[in-house]
């Protein structure tokens, strides 16, 4: 990222908020920055007769600036680049990469080649790709890595499964077309954001909620941590049925479910 990211994002932390006008708009067309606004971790809000750019969730935003700047006090050299702003040349566009692992036991295309992704899933046990498009009958995300790795277990070899390396947003989706989309993730506030979001851009996608899904939640449910607790805009003014389903009983108990539970080894 640019020095210009580096102050936006400084002068959030500071004052957990910022005028629209004063946001540059570097920053304001990055995708960095809308993955903030998606995940509800920043929030543009009405201010007076203007608007605002707020912090939502601060703790997710600290992670974030620690991670993006791990140092905030360094020379401006380019080694000082590489550690305030993760990039030797801080002044230059730099190219963002969504990165995908696969698995599955049919054949998909990528790029509009044609790869046996049973060769690549039983010999090598993941498929990893970058900024390709990828071309399928049925198509699975799956929230967790750990599922992702066993999921066919549960929902059976005709899918294409795939697991986002950090959080899925909507531009990296677009990588997609299928004709089917089925999401797979936790029962809490959280996986029911992902799934509103994926929705968004799949608006055939469907919420995978297993038949023993109120015996499961019963047995198996454990008490939301605090990262979880917080329902964002999206998931608490849908109308989705199934959203409505586990969102309410998840507020009710205060318990969540994951989705590993599902999965027997």
Request: hydrophobic share 35%; with cysteine.
């Amino acid at each position: 990222m640019k020095e210009v990211d580096y102050k936006t994002y400084k002068n959030l932390l500071e004052n957990n908020s910022v005028s629209f006008k004063k946001m540059p708009k570097s920053v304001f067309n990055s995708d960095i920055f809308k993955g903030l606004l998606n995940s509800y971790i920043l929030e543009i809000v009405k201010a007076g007769r203007g608007r605002k750019i707020t912090v939502i969730k601060e703790s997710e935003f600290k992670e974030f600036f620690k991670n993006s700047f791990p140092e905030d006090n360094v020379s401006q050299t380019k080694s000082g680049n590489i550690k305030k702003y993760r990039d030797s040349k801080a002044t230059s566009k730099t190219e963002k990469f969504h990165i995908f692992f696969l698995r599955g036991f049919t054949e998909v295309k990528i790029n509009s080649k044609k790869i046996n992704l049973n060769y690549h899933t039983s010999n090598f046990g993941v498929f990893a790709i970058s900024n390709v498009n990828i071309e399928c009958n049925k198509v699975c995300f799956v929230e967790n890595l750990e599922t992702f790795m066993k999921a066919e277990k549960l929902l059976g070899n005709d899918y294409l499964f795939v697991h986002k390396y950090g959080r899925i947003g909507l531009n990296s989706l677009s990588f997609f077309k299928a004709k089917e989309y089925l999401v797979f993730v936790d029962y809490d506030f959280n996986g029911l954001d992902e799934y509103l979001r994926i929705k968004k851009v799949f608006n055939n996608a469907i919420f995978y909620l297993p038949n023993n899904y109120n015996d499961a939640f019963n047995t198996y449910s454990k008490k939301l941590k605090d990262n979880k607790a917080k329902m964002s805009n999206a998931v608490k003014h849908s109308k989705d049925e199934i959203v409505i389903k586990v969102r309410e009983q998840v507020a009710k108990t205060n318990k969540f479910l994951e989705q590993e539970y599902l999965i027997n080894d």
